[in-house]
């Protein structure tokens, strides 16, 4: 069998205004992870969008495993190309478990297989199924839902997934999260993924192998370190360059506390204290939420104030425990995070959790002591804030 996934030949593309790509080449390698990446209008959407045929070219040809794309039936080509996007259009009224089996099902899966794929599948993309497969899309975070798109994308077994700038609008932590997954998941499906991005650091992280694009087309092609090493003129350089150079002046000022230093140990509950006691806490303490943690001192949840008082007000409340009535838990940072990456959070919540490799919880952080500490050492400094 040969190894090529996807052959684009003398690819051309117009939608009015002037080609977009002009006698187009590429070859993909099956079970590489390809990005495409270059800036915004270079033609990476459409690029994407002619292998699942959601775009015609108007000239060329484009080979699926040897196919002519154009003689196949788009809608069966489509259930067998896994398509990831960044608004990933969850359906809201389907639970998790439905929104993943939909493609499945419509291939008339049995309902036994299905159950077990999903779980499957859930278990995959790191979210655990007793807690997820009946919820609903709004019951999600962003990152979370997005987690679940890979694994719609994965449900049908496609050999190709294609993801366009899937993880552009979630926070960096959950970013982060996905883009290790991601490698992971590749590892272990063996998929080919065409995955879109313009961002050169996503792109040096997650690719076996970088296209690089300019006016629809390719300026360079080859291994993050082949790039890195010799780009081929000075626009690789330039684009490979000052993106760098974006995330150099981002990293966190010497004058700015650690974050370890800003740790403490306030701010949590166990899961099996009652409400009353989560809200005495919350009352000492004078914060608005607490992170529920478990026996094994990991984070399973958060409780806010406003809510355990409505809880506080219902009857049957003195008798509820914290693990009833919790949310799911929040973003964690990791004890080597950056304070760019906290503050990021603490913009969002008023408490973050620092946690191990193994996601147990070191201490917190909240935006209070973290306001106090940066007073201080701009006092110590002798800056003006
Ligand atoms: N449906 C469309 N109609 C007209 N022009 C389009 C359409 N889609 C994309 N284009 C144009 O084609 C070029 C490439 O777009 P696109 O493939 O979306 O780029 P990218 O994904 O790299 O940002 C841009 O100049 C864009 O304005
Ligand atoms: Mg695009």
Redesign the pocket.
Known sequence: MSSIALEFRQVSKN???GP?LENFNLTIEKERLVTLI??????????LKMINRLIEPEQGQILWEGSDISKLDPVELRRNIGYVIQQIGLFPHMTIEENISIVPRLKGESKQKLVGRTEELLQLIGLDPARFRKRYPHELSGGQQQRIGVARALAANPSIILMDEPFSALDPISRVQLQKELIHLNRHVKKTIVF?T?DIDEALKIADDLIL?KN?QIVQSGSPGELLQHPADAFVREFLGSERFATEVSEQPQSAPSLISLMDASGTIDLHCQVPEALQQLHASRMDELLVTDANNKVVGIVRSDELRRWAGLSESSRLKVAEVMRPPIPSVQDHATIAQLLTLLNEYSIVPVVDASQRLLGTITRQSCIKAFGQSYDRKETAV
């Open positions: 939608y009015g205004a977009v270059g800036p915004s209008g270079c033609g990476k959407t459409t690029l879109v313009h694009l629809g």
